[in-house]
Structures are given as C-alpha cells and as structure tokens.
C-alpha cells in the first residue's frame, strides 16, 4: 500500500514538474476546460433546481394542479367556484382539495402608513394539503374559513422577517387586513414558497356557496392524490366530474373538461423547453471544449512519442507510462473542473444577481449549486483527464521503438491525420449547430422588439391596487366615485397631461374574459360561445394609452351609473361579431356583472394586452362609472419621467382615502421590458454560446493546421527548393483546411435542420429553418474558417528552403 501512495505522489510531483514546462498548453487546457465545465454546471445548476429537484413539501409527487379546459381545448389556470365545491365533496381520488387566488392585499399595522402587499386567499386545506407545519402559531382552520367569521392572518416568514424583526410575540398582533380587524394566528417557515406564486401574508377565503353557482371562474385549484391512486385514474375522474357539472350547469360547463397534472410540471409550464434547449446548447459547448482539448493532446503526444519510447526503451513499463500519463491528465482535468465550478458558483450568482424579482422563471429563489450538481461535474472532469491523459500513450508505437524515434517530429499523417482531421471537422459542425440556433433567437428577438403594442410607452406611469373591500365592496357607487376623485386629483398635478383607470393593466399578465354575442341574434348553443377579453376602464383611458379610436367616442360623463350600459370593441372584436358591418350603436350581450347589454359607442384599435408575442384578440371595454371593479390599475401620462411623479401620485392617492395602499408601480416601459425578459435572456445566453463555439471552432482549425505545417515543414522545403511556389503551397494548405470545414459544414448543416426544430416554441416572426439564418450562419463560419486555415498556410507558403534544409 505504502510503495502505491509513494509512486503516486511521485507521479504528481512529476506531473507538475512536465506541466510546468508547457505553461502555454497548462493554461489553454485548464481555461478550456474551466469554461465548457463552468458553463454546462452553471446551466444544469438552474435545470436542476428548477425542473429536477422535487417541490419542497411531504410526498410532494403526490401534489396536483387541477385545471378546466375550454370547449377548444385550451388549460387554463383557473376553475369555477361551484365546480371547485363539487369536485372536493364528489372525487374518491384525492385527500384533499384547496383553492388559492392571488390578490394584493391592504394592510396596516398600528398607526403606519398603509399598503399593499402580495397576498393568497386560500381555503382551510390548503396547508394541510401541502403539509407544512408554521414555524410559529397556527395555521387557518375551517371554522376560520366559513363565511363571515374573523379575520386571522398567517404570515411568511420572509414578511415577518422585513415587517416585523422576526418578533416571535407576533401571534396575536392586530391588525387591519382588505379593512377588516384581523388578528395574527401564525408564521410559516423559510422557503415555504409554491412556484410562480408571491405571497406575504394567507387569508381565509371564505367562500359563500350561496354565490358559487354564480360566480365566474376566479380559483386556482391543488389537489393532493390519495396514496396508490396513479395520476391517470386522477385524471379520468376529473373527467367524470366535469361530465357531471356540465350535464348540471350547461350554461357554464357545456363541453368543458377537467383534468390533473404533477404539480411540478404544472409549475414549469413551457420553460420546461426553454431550459432543455439551453442544456443542450451548452453540452454542445463542453463538448466543443473537449474537442478542442483533445486536439491540443493528440497534438502534444505526437511530440511525446519520442520521449516515452525513449523512456519504455530504458526500462520504463507500459503500465508506468500509462499511470503516469492518467496522473498528469487527471491534474489537469480536475484542476479544470475546480476552475469550472467556481467558474458555475459565479455565473450562478450573477446570473441571478442580474435577474429582476419579478422574472418570469419558477422556483428561481430555489436554484443554487448543490451536491448533485457537483458530483456531475466531478464526473465529467475525471472522465475527460482519463480520455485524454491515454492519448499520447495511444500514440506511441512501442513494438517498434526505433520506427518512432527515425520518424518523430517528421510527419502528421495515417490514423492521426485523419483523428485530428475528425476532431476539426466535429468542432465545424457543432459550431454551425450553435450559431444557427443563435442566430434564429436574435432574429426572433428583433422581430419580437418590432412589435408595435398598439400604444404609446414612453413617459407612461402604472400603478395596481385593489380597492378596500371592506369599504368599497358592497357599494359600486362608492366604488366608481373614488376612482373618479383619485383621478380628478392625479390629473391636477403639475407634470400629469392625461391618467385614467382600468381593471388590468396591459402586460402583467393578469386578464379577465367572458362570453359575448349579438344581442340582435338568438344565444348561442352552450358551449359554442364567441369569447373575448373584458377590462372596465375609466373616461380618458384610450387617450392617456395612446390607442386610436377608430371610430365613435371614448367613455365620457354621459356613461354614469343608471344611464344607457355602453361599451367600446376593439377591431378585431368587431370583425369577429359585426363582419362587414358598422356595429356603432348595436346592442352586444356581455356575460359581465350585471346587465346583460350595452350599447357600442367607439371602436378601438387592437392593441397587445397577455404579451408582445400574443396576438391581439377580441376585447370590450366597459365604463367604470357603470360596472366599477375593486381591481383597478392607473395609467398616468406625464411631460418628462414618469418616475419622478410616483411620490405626488402616492400621495394624491392618499389624500383620497388615507388607508388605500398600491401595491405596484412601473413605468410602461419597464413592463415591457418585463415581458420580454425571457426571450432576451435566452437569446442572450444562445448567443454567448454561438460566438463561443465560432472562437473554438476558429482555434481547433488553426492548431490543426499550424501543426501539420510545422510537422510537414522538411516536405515543404524541399518541395519549394525543388520549384514549387509559393501560392501553390498556400493554396494546398488552404484548400485541405477548407475542405475539412466544408464536410463540416455539411454534416452541421443536417444537424441543424434536425435540432432547430425544438426551438420552434421560442421563436417570433421566424421558423425554425429560416434560410436567411442558415446562410449567414454558412458564410460567418466560411469566412472564421477561411482566417484559421489561411494563417498557417501562409507560414508555409513563406518557408525559406535553405533555413529549413539547413536545420534538418
């Protein structure tokens, strides 16, 4: 055992001793090295976190989301009320069954100021069914969660943190709470968190089943799954179910469906793609990073031959060689794998140091580089020192030692010509693979940047809130007259040209929507209802937007409570009801709150409301005179930057109602921003990764070619001092360099055509197989190509014959 331990350290000390002599190849290895294994730890770090490690809670592959589909087939997030109640007393599969909604939350505690935070409405099982116990006091029970009884507050434990100094006499701490005296019954504890969800503080939901029958589709539904019971006999119930409602609430259930998914994959959502693409984008780089290494070996053991003949001609075993070998390649590599982990740790950190809060990415306070992660990366760099670490040995022809000695340093050619050939031509086609998927992504980012949204973003102020339901829930009137004297009094500041109010700001990715036909023609059949997307706007709000009528008027004081329901469409809205009619003063049927039609006074133009890479759809705006929502959100256009304006706006708000909080504010500009915030980073990341694989691509095809033209430089000497020319050595190398790129390129080219397809979800405006993409792809790396062979080939073609023929 001793005599082992001794020849291995004597092997390290001689390994260091040999790497220290090449620094040039030391440092080019380990920078290769540290940055493919950075790099692909770094991305499989956020892959990890994100769609591997399971939800952090008890028997969590049991946890489902329960969805309705639409008569289209389209999921949505959301169910309603009276089906929610049924499914939780008729199901046989689940243990539980609890709903969520998410809504900001006024709040004030003593004789602070007022605000608003993110808040869930949840139902008495909702933490049972997660299973997480408070770090402190209790959590809601179903007498907390009946209609009408007290209001009890559990807070999270990053909001106690911030609000309360982590005080642990908190449980039974008063406070007002959507205006009611509300008492604090306990803390949850850190990283208590569902995915995609913000919440500060729980509140009973305490729904009314009086109301359900009639109430729209608001909850978002978890369910827990009995013990055994698989997720497709879950599914097939959800399905029964929703026969059930359907058959006894056609007017809202007819060919509606119902279905289960693994909460976790529920969470994901399409980043699932987005993150997979990105994983095999950065495989592709680590692997481009070991090509290149083992070009550089295969490179460095033709110049070792020598040596390790010379040294297994001394006495020297094969097996000596090959250990020592493996210990000088195994340094090597997992030093590098060492540089790429902190090389992760420190993209990790920026990466998410750069990332707003509000990024569009699930479980992102989840993602951190852990013991998995590590062992991966540990594996991959012992697997690449042993791979490369036998490749001078492999080189070394040890049956015939004084064959290798007469011919060492003379030659590249037979089997290792043609691996070093193989490497380059894999470097071209994995480049071109990177950069034509880099190049689709900056592509569908500038189309998606050219999107016009159909307003006007610049020096535009948002804000959200909701409305005290205490104080403006039962009364509508009160509702719409406070938002009118908020406005009266932003509208009078000095910087303020134009503000109104709307139910959901465009780009938040909150949106209402309902059932709507002609009221000049029968109802539709159950089922078969045309829908469009609803927003209650104030007076001014088309104007303070900067979205065109098209035609009619904007809301004004004639649309009050008690006069003529009227609305305003927008275009595509009047294509889909009135084709090729004039619909200004026509009666519409909204199934909306209330009276069932209104009049239509204007018609907008389309404008984007989910998003810049949704299309703009069928959308009735109402008057908040006449249908006044508790959701309300302020659009304020100004002279200069609007953020300058949010101290005097607060404070107008304010002198309204002095305990009305606002939960958000951003400039337009900054939710646009938001909104694309994915896109971009994806595009960002792809295309790091493409101009890096254009750099290796470049460096193998040079190292190749350097190399051969110094092993062959006796043959090009005296081929020169026998006559030939100069341009035609040059143009030897350069068309051998060439030729291997072009196979390359050939076989990337199919390789493309193959993997681009999966990036089809993420593109705007571009398919997958744009040939504007794909050629600009070709001709970027002929032309890398072209430089990397074209300066070796002219060292060759600048031989001196008389300095060569002389040193041989």
């Known amino acids: 055992m001793v005599p082992a331990i001794e020849r291995g350290l004597q092997d390290i000390r001689y390994a260091i001793r040999t790497l220290s002599k090449a620094p040039g190849f030391s440092a080019v290895v380990l920078a290769a090295l540290a940055l493919g294994i950075g790099a692909t730890t770094a991305i499989f770090t956020v892959v990890n976190s994100v769609l591997l490690e399971p939800l952090p809670?008890?028997?969590?592959?049991?946890?489902?989301?329960?969805?309705?589909?639409?008569?289209?087939?389209?999921?949505?997030?959301?169910?309603?009320?009276?089906?929610?109640?049924?499914?939780?007393?008729?199901?046989?599969?689940?243990?539980?069954?609890?709903?969520?909604?998410?809504?900001?939350?006024?709040?004030?505690?003593?004789?602070?100021?007022?605000?608003?935070?993110?808040?869930?409405?949840?139902?008495?099982?909702?933490?049972?069914?997660?299973?997480?116990?408070?770090?402190?006091?209790?959590?809601?029970?179903?007498?907390?969660?009946?209609?009408?009884?007290?209001?009890?507050?559990?807070?999270?434990?990053?909001?106690?943190?911030?609000?309360?100094?982590?005080?642990?006499?908190?449980?039974?701490?008063?406070?007002?709470?959507?205006?009611?005296?509300?008492?604090?019954?306990?803390?949850?504890?850190?990283?208590f968190a569902l995915p995609n969800v913000t919440a500060e503080l729980f509140v009973a939901v305490q729904i009314n089943p009086a109301f359900a029958a009639r109430d729209g589709r608001n909850f978002q539904v978890l369910g827990r799954m009995r013990e055994g019971v698989p997720i497709a006999a879950a599914r097939a119930e959800m399905r029964s179910l929703a026969i059930q409602t359907a058959a006894e609430r056609p007017a809202f259930n007819t060919r509606w469906s119902a279905t289960a998914t693994p909460l976790l994959d529920d969470s994901v959502g399409d980043v699932r793609i987005s993150l997979l693409v990105l994983l095999g984008a950065v495989f592709f780089v680590l692997v481009l990073c070991c090509v290149n290494v083992a070009n550089l070996y295969l490179m460095r053991s033709y110049n070792r031959a020598r040596e390790l003949t010379v040294r297994h001609a001394l006495g020297a075993s094969r097996g000596r060689l090959f250990h020592q070998l493996l210990a000088e390649s195994l340094l090597l590599s997992l030093s590098g794998g060492l540089l790429g982990i902190g090389c992760a740790y420190a993209g990790v950190r920026g990466l998410l140091g750069l990332l707003p809060a509000s990024f569009p990415l699930p479980r992102l306070a989840e993602i951190q580089v852990?013991?998995?992660?590590?062992?991966?990366?540990?594996?991959?760099?012992?697997?690449?020192?042993?791979?490369?670490?036998?490749?001078?040995?492999?080189?070394?022809?040890?049956?015939?030692?004084?064959?290798?000695?007469?011919?060492?340093?003379?030659?590249?050619?037979?089997?290792?010509?043609?691996?070093?050939?193989?490497?380059?031509?894999?470097?071209?086609?994995?480049?071109?693979?990177?950069?034509?998927?880099?190049?689709?992504?900056?592509?569908?980012?500038?189309?998606?940047?050219?999107?016009?949204?159909?307003?006007?973003?610049?020096?535009?102020?948002?804000?959200?809130?909701?409305?005290?339901?205490?104080?403006?829930?039962?009364?509508?009137?009160?509702?719409?007259?406070?938002?009118?004297?908020?406005?009266?009094?932003?509208?009078?500041?000095?910087?303020?040209?134009?503000?109104?109010?709307?139910?959901?700001?465009?780009?938040?990715?909150?949106?209402?929507?309902?059932?709507?036909?002609?009221?000049?023609?029968?109802?539709?059949?159950?089922?078969?209802?045309?829908?469009?997307?609803?927003?209650?706007?104030?007076?001014?709000?088309?104007?303070?937007?900067?979205?065109?009528?098209?035609?009619?008027?904007?809301?004004?004081?004639?649309?009050?409570?008690?006069?003529?329901?009227?609305?305003?469409?927008?275009?595509?809205?009047?294509?889909?009801?009135?084709?090729?009619?004039?619909?200004?003063?026509?009666?519409?049927?909204?199934?909306?709150?209330?009276?069932?039609?209104?009049?239509?006074?204007?018609?907008?133009?389309?404008?984007?409301?989910?998003?810049?890479?949704?299309?703009?759809?069928?959308?009735?705006?109402?008057p908040n005179a006449q249908r006044p929502n508790l959701f309300t959100g302020l659009v304020i256009r100004t002279e200069s930057d609007p953020l300058l304006t949010t101290a005097a706006v607060r404070e107008a708000i304010r002198s309204v109602d002095p305990n009305q909080g606002v939960l958000e504010t951003k400039t337009m500009e900054q939710r646009i921003t938001d909104s694309v915030a994915r896109p971009r980073l994806q595009t960002i990341l792809l295309s790091a990764f493409g101009i890096l694989a254009l750099v290796l691509a470049c460096i193998g095809i040079y190292g190749v070619l350097a190399y051969a033209v110094s092993e062959r430089l006796r043959e090009i000497g005296v081929r020169m001092a026998l006559g030939a020319t100069s341009s035609t050595i040059l143009g030897e190398i350069l068309s051998g360099g060439l030729a291997l790129t072009i196979v390359g390129l050939c076989i990337g080219f199919g390789a493309a055509i193959a993997l681009t397809r999966y990036l089809e979800t993420l593109l705007y405006g571009v398919r997958p197989t744009d040939p504007m993409v794909f050629a600009s792809a070709i001709v970027t790396l002929l032309l890398v190509a072209t430089t990397a062979c074209y300066l070796p080939a002219r060292r060759a073609a600048r031989v001196d014959p008389m300095v060569v023929l002389r040193e041989e």
Request: glycine share 10%.
């Open 57 to 191: 809670f008890p028997n969590p592959s049991r946890l489902v989301a329960l969805r309705e589909s639409r008569p289209d087939g389209k999921i949505i997030p959301f169910v309603q009320t009276q089906n929610f109640l049924d499914w939780r007393t008729r199901n046989r599969s689940f243990e539980r069954i609890a709903v969520l909604q998410q809504v900001p939350v006024n709040l004030v505690v003593g004789s602070a100021e007022a605000e608003q935070v993110s808040g869930l409405r949840v139902s008495a099982d909702f933490f049972p069914l997660l299973g997480v116990r408070p770090l402190l006091g209790r959590w809601l029970t179903p007498e907390d969660d009946l209609p009408g009884a007290p209001a009890r507050v559990v807070l999270s434990f990053g909001f106690w943190q911030r609000r309360f100094g982590g005080d642990p006499r908190v449980i039974g701490t008063r406070l007002t709470v959507l205006g009611n005296a509300s008492e604090v019954i306990g803390v949850m504890p850190s990283g």
């Open 370 to 622: 852990d013991g998995r992660v590590l062992l991966v990366c540990l594996g991959v760099s012992v697997m690449a020192g042993i791979a490369f670490g036998l490749a001078p040995a492999l080189a070394a022809d040890f049956r015939n030692p004084a064959d290798t000695l007469r011919h060492a340093g003379r030659s590249i050619a037979g089997r290792r010509s043609a691996f070093g050939k193989v490497l380059v031509v894999a470097e071209v086609a994995l480049a071109l693979v990177l950069v034509c998927g880099a190049g689709l992504m900056v592509r569908s980012f500038i189309e998606l940047n050219r999107v016009n949204p159909g307003f006007r973003p610049e020096r535009l102020l948002t804000l959200r809130m909701l409305l005290v339901p205490r104080k403006y829930g039962p009364d509508r009137n009160a509702r719409a007259a406070v938002v009118a004297e908020m406005l009266a009094k932003i509208r009078a500041l000095p910087q303020v040209t134009a503000a109104a109010s709307t139910q959901s700001l465009p780009l938040t990715g909150i949106s209402s929507g309902s059932g709507v036909y002609r009221a000049d023609r029968p109802a539709p059949q159950p089922g078969s209802m045309p829908t469009a997307g609803f927003s209650v706007i104030s007076d001014g709000y088309f104007n303070t937007m900067g979205i065109p009528l098209l035609a009619g008027r904007e809301f004004d004081s004639r649309d009050r409570s008690g006069s003529k329901p009227v609305a305003v469409i927008n275009r595509a809205a009047a294509q889909m009801l009135y084709p090729g009619e004039n619909p200004i003063g026509k009666q519409v049927t909204v199934i909306w709150d209330g009276a069932p039609q209104a009049e239509i006074v204007g018609i907008a133009a389309d404008s984007r409301f989910e998003g810049l890479q949704a299309p703009s759809g069928a959308f009735i705006f109402l």
